[in-house]
């Protein structure tokens, strides 16, 4: 069974995408049974170019990425979440939706790389993806088909701080 993970920021535009990317890419590598989704409270409804650009350059496929809200998944039909994400601060202190299934959540907050001189943002970019991707990696390496939501939750909380 597929274990879907719902990773947020506010404006789904660059953190959670990276993240959504990442981890999609990462499970496809590793024959893993996870599916990443991202959405936003307040979507920009655009991804950062920068992002899409870090991303093409790692060779990362992002076809179908888009900035969405979270609305979409609470919403009939939406897969249940196991895991929920959040990965900016902003979007870790919104009161989030009630998720079906009352998914384990984990803050792994990351600057902004947006916030970066336009002269830096595509290192900004580069230097969060590989970060972000090195989370997703420790995630995939946890056996969380068999893992209690206790154990799981443990778990992904020492992986942010490692």
């Given amino acids: 069974m597929t274990t879907h993970v719902l ?6 535009s660059a ?13 496809r590598q590793l024959g893993r049974d996870v599916q990443a989704h991202s959405a ?4 920009s409804g655009r991804i950062n170019p920068h992002a899409l650009q870090a991303l093409a350059a790692a060779g990362i496929d992002t076809a179908g990425t888009r900035s969405k809200s979270w609305d979409e998944f609470v919403a009939p039909g939406a897969p249940q979440m ?8 902003s979007a870790a202190a919104e009161a989030c939706p009630w998720w079906p299934g009352s998914p384990v959540q ?11 001189a ?12 590989q970060a ?14 068999t893992m209690s939501d206790a154990e799981l939750q443990a778990a992904l909380v020492g992986a942010y701080r490692n």
């Fill in 106 to 116: 984990v803050h792994w907050g990351y600057p902004d790389p947006s916030n970066a």
């Fill in 15 to 27: 953190r959670s995408v990276l993240s959504e990317c990442m981890l999609n890419h990462w499970a």
């Fill in 7 to 12: 990773i947020l920021c506010t404006h789904n």
């Fill in 132 to 145: 972000i991707g090195y989370r997703m990696l420790q995630l995939l390496a946890l056996p969380v088909e």
């Fill in 118 to 129: 336009e002269d830096q943002k595509a290192q900004a970019f580069e230097l969060t993806r």
């Fill in 82 to 89: 196991r895991i929920v994400i959040t990965v900016c601060d």
């Fill in 40 to 43: 936003g409270s307040t979507p």
